[in-house]
């Protein structure tokens, strides 16, 4: 009865409930392919699901490089959600993360080249962790609500950022920021050899490294105990005599500093892509909301979450080849979170079909 | 004279959308329902106004087709927030990740349609509807140029949706009982509300004024749709919070919203505003600053709606 009493666990039914979710999710995509062209509907479809296994190892280093920067920022705002916030201001934080990096990295060049690169992602974390830990002091001290903090340092932190970048490390020829030194390029250790993709390098792993560390964080540590008793009851928590409003500063500081430090992965990678001035949010910070929902705010979910949404990113780039417009897989994405929103519901019906029914109690739900 | 003027019109353009898709949340959160889909509303309103005007201005033009592209806009708006209303009401889903989904979904929709169906995703209009001088109010002295001179329709269907939206959460049977379902819903029902009827009309008035609202931002400020509407659900949703969920203050916070705006765009036709020495991004900022450090002095007291966010469960009475 082995499978039984996983699918009666609460990791299995949130497995099952999201394998529900993105079934729902393709097959909604799938019809409005057929809506819009019946004829090549199923190629394109198949495009989608196999995704970066297209391309051979080229298609899977793509996928590595869409993923890397968006389970960062997942996993600062799935870390946010675990502590009861609600971190919306991943954008600004990614974006503060990215040009620290760049500006270390453009700069800096009196640090040795072993660990220029390094200093560069560390600035990245503590610019991100700046930006988040605002919000947090805003809501613990004077009780603002962070889901307007967060935007409204997003746009703060667009437009400082593009001041910044005309100030500091401009390319008025191109536009857009100038090369970082080659020493602050993150190493590729031979993987762009063996991926034969110059846009893979050891970022993936520096991501892996995260959500193992956050992992170990919220399940083994009494610090994550306390963040998430926060999460699911701040009355209970401060009864029990934790420091709720320290918790909820440390909390957004490092959701701020994952965020930021996905912002340092992404244009440290060498892979020809440059800061701009736009009065434009960083998309990665709401695509972290995304991933973290689709990972039910659990680090491992959002690693596979992460992984997921590049895949099928990368193959819906390639269904451009047959006319049909890539936004299909967002709107894939979107459908899946949507179901994902009845998770109560459907892990409820998981537990009624699963037991006896003399065995039925309310199914308790963790947030 | 003309400065002052030139400000006040500006605001409206800046003020009006943001006031009328915070009013729209203000409905859906009194009755007890997050509502962080107005921004995809605030799309998916744009899209189908604009697509109607796109398709009709070739059989006619002015404010006839603005007022029935309108209607289509918070028809398409109510109709999608429907999609909100089900999942958070009868499903009792977590309302923050269905309204996320919105949001992704709306521009991801509109892009998808308007490319298969146009090639390109931005959809053109001719602006049939500017206003030089309204009729016989834009002679009046001071207040004609003031608010009846370069003006939109749209600013006075607003205001008027300011005072309605008033008196209908304050003094209407309907208002009282959508607040009693937002704050104490297991009371509501036990006097006989249908807390969960009450609540589909509080977020799909929410989901239509949005739809307005995506429209309404997007006529004066622009002649073609690009599948965005800037961020301005998520102002309009800072604008609510701002406001206390009061409708007094959420008009007060959307006028301030505005008037920083409008200093962050028209700086610099205002003389002493030039000439300092402070870029264009400075100015950009100054709204979410400013909103930021009135939000740090007045949150203390937050007036939300206690069974915000709370699916109702009859069971649970």
Partial sequence: MKKRKFMLSKGGKDFIASIIAIAAGLLIGLIILLFSNSKQAFPAFGMI??????????????VFYLSTPIILT??????????????????????????????????????????????????????????????????????????????????????????????YVYDPIKSQSVP???????????????????????????AILAVIVIYIVLNKTTFGFELKACGLSPDASRYAGINAKRNIILSMTIAGALSGLGGGLLYLAGSGKYMQVLDVLAPQG?????????????????????????????????????????????????????????????????????????????????? | ??????????????????????????????????????????????????????????????????????????????????????????????QTISGTALNLFAPAFVVFVARM????????????FHMNKVPFLGDIPFIGPLLFRNAYITTYIGLGIAIVAGIVINKTKFGLRLRACGEHPQAADSVGINVYKIRYAGVVISGALAGIGGLVFIVPTSTNFNASVAGYGFLALAVLIFGQWRTNKIIAAAFFFGIMKTFASAYSVVPVLKTLPISTEVYKMIPYIATLVILAFSSRNSQAPKAEGIPYDKGSR
């Avoid at chain 2, 009013?23 to 998916?44: D, K, P, Q």
């Fill in chain 1, 74 to 167: 997942g996993l600062s705002v799935g870390f946010a959600f675990k502590t009861g916030l609600f971190n919306i201001g991943s954008s600004g934080q990614f974006t503060c993360g990215a040009f620290a990096a760049v500006y270390i990295g453009v700069k800096w060049t009196f640090l040795p080249g072993e660990i220029h690169w390094v200093v560069a992602l560390i600035g990245a974390l503590i610019a991100g962790a700046l930006w988040g830990m605002v919000p947090g002091i805003l809501k613990a001290v004077a009780n603002v609500n962070e889901v307007i903090t967060s935007i409204m340092m997003n746009y703060i932190g667009m437009y400082l950022v593009n001041i910044l970048i005309v100030k």
């Fill in chain 1, 180 to 206: 970082v030194a080659k020493t602050a390029i993150i190493p590729k250790a031979g993987l762009d050899k063996l991926f034969q993709s110059n846009n893979i390098n050891i970022s993936i792993f520096i």
């Fill in chain 2, 1 to 94: 004279m003309d400065i002052l003027y030139f400000i006040v019109q500006q605001t409206m353009f800046f003020a009006i959308p943001l006031l009328i898709v915070a009013l729209g949340g203000m409905f859906s959160e009194r009755s007890g329902v997050v509502n962080i889909a107005l921004e995809g509303i605030m799309v998916m309103g744009g899209f189908f106004g604009i697509g109607f005007i796109h398709i009709f201005e070739s059989r006619m033009s002015g404010q006839l087709l603005l007022l029935l592209a309108l209607l289509v806009a918070a028809i398409s708006g109510g109709i999608f927030s429907l999609l909100h209303a089900f999942a958070s009401i009868n499903l009792k889903a977590d």
């Fill in chain 1, 286 to 367: 709401f695509n972290g909301i995304s991933v973290a929902l689709l990972g039910m705010s659990n680090p491992i979910g959002i690693l596979f979450a992460g992984l997921f949404i590049g895949h099928i990113t990368v193959g819906g780039n390639n269904i451009q080849l047959y006319d049909f417009v890539p936004e299909i897989v967002d709107i894939i994405i979107a459908t899946i979170i949507y179901f994902g929103a009845f998770a109560l519901l459907i892990k409820s019906i998981i537990g009624k079909i699963r037991r006896k029914p003399s065995e039925t109690a309310p199914v308790k739900e963790e947030k």
């Fill in chain 2, 117 to 128: 169906l146009q090639g390109v995703q931005q959809i053109q209009f001719k602006d049939t």
């Fill in chain 1, 49 to 62: 699901l196999k995704g970066g296994f297209t391309d051979g190892l080229v298609g899977i280093a793509q």
